[in-house]
């Protein structure tokens, strides 16, 4: 799914109060799960495109430990940005989403290092099913972002 098309299917236009708790959180945390899922879609890029396959001598899979921590820290900020009991469901679509991303990323570490008992077939296989759980994953953001925008009553435009 093109990080673009989901973007504009995520980020509704909404109005309401910019004091409201529940619009201040639908906006912060939005606006990271953008940037985060931009970030996958690069990523998945570049694995599709071979570029990973013959950089054993890299420091790209830093990168990746790098980007597994930020998913790991956005995953536990979560609960630190205030909000409505509303926002429960979709506080933890985007918990789960997080997890799962960091959990790719060290797929991909993986891959990029080539140690060990080394098999890039089953690696790739990996990370494709972690890619595919993640599109998943944010079909249920998207769904469960809806849900709590209208259960906190905040309506959207478009």
Known sequence: MGARLLAALLFVMLAGCSGDEDFAYNEHVMTQYLAHRAKVDDVQQSVESGEFTFDYYSLKYRKMQRLSDAARE???????????????????????????????????KRYIQKRGNFDGVKLLTKINASYNELSELSHEVQVSQLEFLKSAGIHTSG
């Open 74 to 108: 956005a995953m536990a900020g979560i609960d630190n940005i205030p909000r409505s009991a509303h926002a429960r469901e979709f506080s933890q679509a985007l918990v789960h989403y997080y997890e799962t991303e960091a959990a790719y990323y060290l797929w991909v």
